[in-house]
């Protein structure tokens, strides 16, 4: 059963038919453990943002080549993206990503010395494997608004 949540701009809503969410979302966010991609790169409609925040070992994944090969990706850190997370160094190793097609790392982004979106249908796909940085980030946020 789909439960929703729903405010003047957004709805949130689980559900368990994966490729139909998928297709009609604006932002998709996965965090999963799964070693095989959930997410398919021809399910994206233009000016989908993909977020993974799970598959932080090289042999897991949540997308497949086709998100990767579609996307503008970005990642939380390289030394750990490349290295750490599936998602990225499977892409890598096969050779449908080099280091240089990712666009950004966090960093750059939040400094604004690399763009993000070029253009307002582009597919975006950002890839975390974690960081104690964005932990402490997210801590101070918490504190700042109880």
């Given at each position: 059963m789909a439960k929703a949540l729903n405010n003047r701009q957004h709805t949130v809503e689980a559900t368990e038919e994966l490729e139909g969410a998928v297709r009609g979302a604006d932002i998709v966010s996965c965090a999963t453990l799964s070693t095989d991609p959930l997410i398919?790169?021809?399910?994206?409609h233009q000016g989908v943002?993909?977020?993974?925040?799970g598959a932080f070992r090289p042999d897991m994944r949540e997308?497949?080549?086709?998100a990767i090969k579609r996307a503008r990706v970005f990642v939380?850190?390289?030394d750990g993206a490349t290295v750490e997370g599936g998602d990225i160094v499977?892409?890598?190793?096969?050779?449908?990503?080099?280091r240089e097609d990712i666009a950004a790392?966090?960093?750059?982004?939040?400094?604004?010395?690399?763009?993000?979106?070029r253009?307002?249908?582009q597919i975006t796909l950002f890839k975390s494997?974690?960081?104690?940085?964005?932990?402490?980030a997210a801590a101070q946020l918490a504190v700042e608004r109880r």
């Open positions: 398919r790169g021809s399910w994206l943002h993909v977020d993974l925040v997308s497949d080549d086709d939380d850190t390289f499977q892409p890598l190793s096969s050779g449908i990503l080099s790392d966090l960093f750059d982004l939040t400094r604004g010395t690399k763009a993000g979106r253009y307002y249908d494997v974690g960081t104690a940085l964005e932990d402490l």
